[in-house]
């Protein structure tokens, strides 16, 4: 099991920017498909993005293609989230996902919040209209 710690979420007015990062620890986000999910008050939780354990291939919502970005350090164990032309639907509480994944595997991302075993515990992002 990987331990994973969101940080990054705060107040931002429309048309800002924001990075948030997932810090792991426990074991090496090498072995790891990631992905950054989001949940707005009386809403399901919802998929943003995703990345590959190998060749770091990405896939986005449709909602923030072109303005997010997802990518991984795997040196430091961390995930980031580049959030950029922030609207006020946005607004959420963002959550980091990683899903164990054998190398044969590891050109796959997953858009499924089931298929994630360990999920941090969230981080708020406002954006303000």
């Known amino acids: 099991q990987v331990q994973l710690v969101e940080s990054g979420g705060r107040l931002v007015q429309a048309g800002g920017s924001l990075r948030l990062s997932c810090a792991a620890s426990g074991r090496t986000l090498s072995s790891y498909a990631m992905g950054w999910f989001r949940q707005a008050p009386g809403k399901e939780r919802e998929f943003v993005a995703a990345?590959?354990?190998?060749?770091?291939?990405?896939t986005y919502a449709d909602s923030v293609k072109g303005r997010f970005t997802i990518s991984r350090d795997n040196a430091k164990n961390t995930v980031y989230l580049q959030m950029n032309s922030l609207k006020a639907e946005d607004t959420a509480v963002y959550y980091c996902?990683?899903?164990?994944?054998?190398?044969?595997?590891?050109?796959?991302?997953?858009?499924?919040?089931?298929?994630?075993?360990?999920w941090g515990q969230g981080t708020q992002v406002t954006v303000s209209s």
């Open positions: 990345i590959t354990r190998r060749d770091d291939t990405t």
């Open positions: 996902a990683a899903k164990l994944v054998a190398w044969v595997s590891g050109r796959r991302y997953y858009t499924d919040v089931n298929e994630y075993e360990d």
